[in-house]
């Protein structure tokens, strides 16, 4: 390389080092503001307290500013929590990216833009966002963000379909602890039944002094918790009707279901159809107790008295003693027919001991010789099954 050509490099290597130098002084990397994205809501996600969105005729608003996020427009109707906090997110995360024009105009849809969603928060201070036309490349739309200047979307508006029905609470009842449950059934001739069951010291006893089973009842309130509406704006439910109420420390929460498949709910403003059918979990015959005491874990001795003759088995280790209490505890007993109360003094009683406390049961013998049972307290007679009659028989 001779001199001349050196000189030429080194001129070439200075030029180019001097115009890259100009650019990072005049225009340096990350100032150009028109090039940042930012977050419509500059704050913390949990402060949006209401969401407004307006597509053409349709306005849809949730708040939560008094408790759980609720749907007030069109008309007010409990939201699906899930449903509701994603589209917060959505709006609120909406990234809103490089200026492309200070006014809208035509070509950007922005004058009489699609979608208009406001953003309300904590503060009480709102910000709109206006999406106007899908861009020609990707899947950005052309946003105001708060302001008439046109933006780009730094990502797919993804809330632009979501529709009123995603956004309302499909469930039937609220989670509960309910104290009193009552279901009401049509019976032939047109007269309907209830069973009333209602938590008390003894557990869960009928308001007729029946056992009822606290496994079936916990089902009952986690089914009916699980059902969802599968069909809004339903035919009303026809008569016969089947009524379910909980009533609890929400209040009360009643769900009526029609011969027609439709049902109604305290936390539904509209007929509809859920997702199975109802008629199943309507049953009264399934929160009755089964066995003759509770299936309680905990139990540590069952005696079996008789004149003169008394049968004791304990339990340790999860092991009974005496393989009748086994059996015992596993028969089953017919609650929800009601036999012939015998009017004579009891043969025999049965106890159970459990952390303390004791349940009594009297066993009856008619003339005969069929065993019926009661429970101590109120006297009310329930069905043995012949299994657990025998058994019994052997030991009274």
Known sequence: MDE????????????????????????????????????????????????????????????????????????AMPADQDQAGQLARAIGFVECGEILAEEPSEQFGLATPRIVA?????????????????????????????DERVRAAAQQISFADTSLTELRFKGLVEPTDPQRIDITTPAPGGVSQTLTVMRSPQGWMTDDGRRADPRDIEQLVMSLQQVQVATFDAQPPMPPLTTISLKGELGEQIIEMGSNGSARATLQDAPFVPNVPLSELAEPERLLLKTIFPDDLSATRIS?????AEHTATRTEGAWSEPWAAEILSATVNRATLPAKIDRPPKGSLSMESEGDTIEVLIFQDENGQLTAADSQDGQQFLLSGELSERLATLL
């Open 304 to 308: 079996v008295s008789a004149t003169g």
């Open 4 to 75: 001349q050509q050196s000189r030429l490099l080194t001129w070439m290597a200075g030029a180019l080092a001097i115009f890259v130098a100009a650019i990072v002084l005049i225009d340096p990397p990350g100032d150009d503001d028109d090039t940042e994205t930012t977050p419509l809501v500059d704050a913390p996600i949990d402060d949006i307290q209401a969401v407004t969105i307006i597509r053409g005729d349709e306005t849809i608003t949730i708040d939560r500013s008094e408790g759980p996020w609720r749907i007030t427009e069109p008309a």
């Open 118 to 146: 406001t953003v309300r928060l904590k503060d009480k201070s709102e910000t709109t966002l206006r999406v106007g036309n899908d861009a020609p490349v990707g899947w950005s739309s052309y946003i105001s963000c708060g």
